[in-house]
């Protein structure tokens, strides 16, 4: 190695950004718990019991949006009730 090579400074990758914006928006899912929504939209709870994301999210109208979360909150509850109901009928110890 050349000595010009050993005393150039070394560049360093920029500090990593916070999980969840400062513009996060915390909705309560009925409990003391509650969700935050970055930019990519609220979490969606399929009904098979994965989780998905809203594809059209940032290109939705704060209206559009509202409505949305309203009725993910709504849905969201009962498709995690039904997931719980499913895991107490397969009983303690079973994997499915």
Known sequence: MSDEQESAPHLSLPAP???????????????????????LGPLVVNS???LSRIANWPNMTEIERERTKRILIAR??????????????AGPGSTS
């Open 48 to 50: 098979d019991g994965t």
């Open 76 to 89: 969201n509850q009962i498709r995690i009730a039904n997931q719980k109901e499913k895991e107490q009928e």
């Open 17 to 39: 950004e916070p999980q969840y914006s400062q513009d996060a928006t915390k909705v309560p899912i009925g409990s003391e718990q509650g969700a935050k929504f970055d930019a």
